[in-house]
């Protein structure tokens, strides 16, 4: 009996240690480890991840999101987690984290790697849903019309733009119509000028084989019979006063912005969204804004809660429509969610922002992410470019989003792309036709238990020396897939060790793990090798 109870306590102590779990709702410091990493949960910092203990950073959680998802956690190579259910602010410098927020930050550790500490913040903090957005997302290509229509959508170049998808060679899948399709911020209808009759549009599109989602937003138009019928029943961000609706200067002017603490926001925008739906057959929406920036201090709302918190409400909605995009968004890990990484530019610099964009957002919970548009959706990045886009470019840009969750395309690629750059697209398209059943294996079990579909070199083989590798990574624990990210025909590929086997490219030449091989790379060439005793792609 004594020897079963000294037994027990030892059980006991090895638990605690191994699940270590404090509580600190002062400012708080942790001492970074010999050799450990920190990645954050905010995803728009990715490209800094991970910190080390020489690294000088610090965000605030509280009303900033920098365009992109935030998280409330941090987690280390060493399986140590910070997680707090509020928005808080943390710093590293001189081998320091420093952690300030007004209510509870929880610390622990739950094994010795970023995965085995991964699986464990998932369950406590953020479990799967058990549930995944509508596969078309995955299946097939995405296509948004922004930087075909930019501010000029209409029924006639949808149209158009639809039809030349199938007469190039591209398959249907989803199509997103992009801003100014409505008849204004707030006014959730067809323009009746610009798109003469959305029903039959809409029809055609189905016919063709797509699927519809539109462009939405949080804001309303003060020049419009919505603000006012809304600022009537208080469901508008006031100002200071309390008495009129607050005007937030946004990228597209100065509107309202409605208040989902109060049900009758909510309830008016589903009615909205319901009504596309029920009239013209929308299948989905892009849920654009709900940047925390926008929920500015000292504006009043029906209940009082954070910007954050405005950004969930808000995120919350798409759960009831699962064709849906996010961009911003305050937890919520877990959720079928589509979260797309945030604008990018035009240049090989934001093209290597992708592979780190994408890890990062599905390390903290955001399995269905999407890495941009296929060449930069940054607007304004094409405007400069549009007689000089580098064609290369944009054929890495798509390679890169081949293996990845989800492959959206804006920029017509038939029209900017001499032959051989538009049959290198092709190329990638369909070797992710290839990976199609794979890629739902993955995202059928990133709705059941929240395992990230891609993942970075460390989480799969820990202490490897991967913990600052971003330009290369695995699509599930079998396929390395390592893009083309800088200008140039060649690049270094460094393989894991494996417990067994060999890496296999696909022409079936093998590789010894533990090794950096040089490969020279063709135009129409991905780089990705399978584990040979574990390829579940077929």
């Known amino acids: ?67 992109n998802q935030v998280q409330p956690l941090l987690l280390s190579n060493k399986g140590r987690y910070i997680w707090s ?42 479990p799967a849903s058990g549930i995944m957005p509508d596969s078309l997302l995955i299946t097939q ?24 998808i199938l007469d190039k060679g591209l398959p249907p899948g989803v199509m997103m119509i992009d801003d100014t399709w409505q008849d204004d911020y707030g006014v959730w209808d067809f323009h009746p000028k610009r798109f003469p009759n959305p029903k039959a549009m809409m029809d055609e599109l189905h016919q063709l084989g797509f699927k519809v989602m539109l462009w939405i937003c949080t804001f309303v138009s003060a020049d419009s019979k919505e603000y006012r019928m809304l600022n009537k029943k208080n469901a508008l961000l006031k100002d200071s006063t309390g008495k009129n609706a607050a005007l937030i200067d946004w990228w597209n002017g100065w509107s309202a912005v409605l208040d989902f603490s109060n049900p009758v926001a909510t309830d008016w925008f589903k ?8 009239q013209y057959a929308v299948d989905g929406f892009k849920f654009d804004a709900g940047d925390f920036q926008h929920y500015p201090k000292g504006t009043l709302a029906a209940k009082k809660i954070t910007a954050n918190e405005h950004s969930r409400l808000y995120a919350a909605i798409g759960l009831e429509y699962p064709l849906n995009e996010y961009r911003a968004c305050w937890k919520m890990g877990g959720q079928p969610l589509v979260q797309r990484l945030m604008d990018k530019e035009h240049t090989w610099k934001d093209l290597q922002s992708l592979i780190p964009g994408m890890t990062t957002s599905g390390l903290v919970g955001y399995a269905f992410n999407c890495p941009d548009m296929i060449g ?4 304004e990045s094409f405007w400069s470019n549009e007689k000089n ?13 081949a293996l990845m969750p989800m492959m959206q395309f804006s920029v ?29 294996q993955l995202a059928k079990e990133a709705a059941k238990t929240g395992e990230p579909m891609v993942k970075n070199m460390d989480y799969v083989f820990p202490n490897q020396g991967f913990e600052f590798t971003n330009d290369q990574f695995m699509l599930g624990d079998s396929v390395l897939v390592a ?56």
């Not at 203990?53 to 605030?60: E, K, L, R, T």
């Not at 930069?376 to 607007?379: K, R, V």
């Not at 792309?417 to 739902?440: C, G, I, Q, S, T």
Request: overall charge positive; charged content about 20%.
């Open 271 to 278: 009615s909205r969204l319901n009504f596309l739906q029920q």
């Open 376 to 379: 930069g959706g940054e607007i």
């Open 483 to 538: 893009p083309m990210v800088e200008k140039q025909s060649y690049r270094f590929v460094k393989f894991p060790k494996l417990k067994s086997g060999q890496w296999k490219d696909s022409n079936g030449k093998l590789y010894d793990g533990a090794t950096t091989v040089k490969f020279e790379v063709a135009l129409a060439e991905l780089p990705y090798f399978s584990n040979s005793n574990n390829i579940k792609y077929k």
């Open 389 to 401: 886009l580098d064609q290369d470019l944009i054929v890495r840009s798509a390679q890169c989003h």
């Open 1 to 67: 009996m004594k020897f079963l109870s000294i037994r027990f306590f030892c059980l006991l102590f090895l638990l605690l240690n191994q699940f270590a779990f404090a509580q600190v709702s002062k400012p708080s410091t942790i001492k970074i480890l010999p050799n450990e990493t920190w990645w954050t949960g905010i995803v728009a910092k990715s490209n800094l991840m991970p910190l080390k203990a020489d690294d000088s950073f610090q965000f605030q959680m509280l009303g900033s999101n920098n365009g």
């Open 85 to 126: 259910e509020n928005p808080f602010k943390c710093s590293f410098q001189k081998g320091i984290i420093k952690l300030e927020g007004s209510a509870v930050i929880e610390t622990g550790s739950a094994g010795n790697s970023l995965q085995e500490v991964q699986h464990y913040v998932r369950k406590k903090y953020f």
């Open 141 to 164: 290509p995405q296509y948004n019309t922004w930087i075909e229509l930019n501010y000029n959508q209409n029924q006639a170049d949808v149209l158009k733009y639809a039809h030349a």
């Open 412 to 440: 017509a690629p038939w029209r900017v792309l001499d032959a051989a750059h538009y049959n290198a697209v092709k190329a990638a398209v369909e070797l992710r036709k290839k990976f199609v059943p794979y890629l739902m």
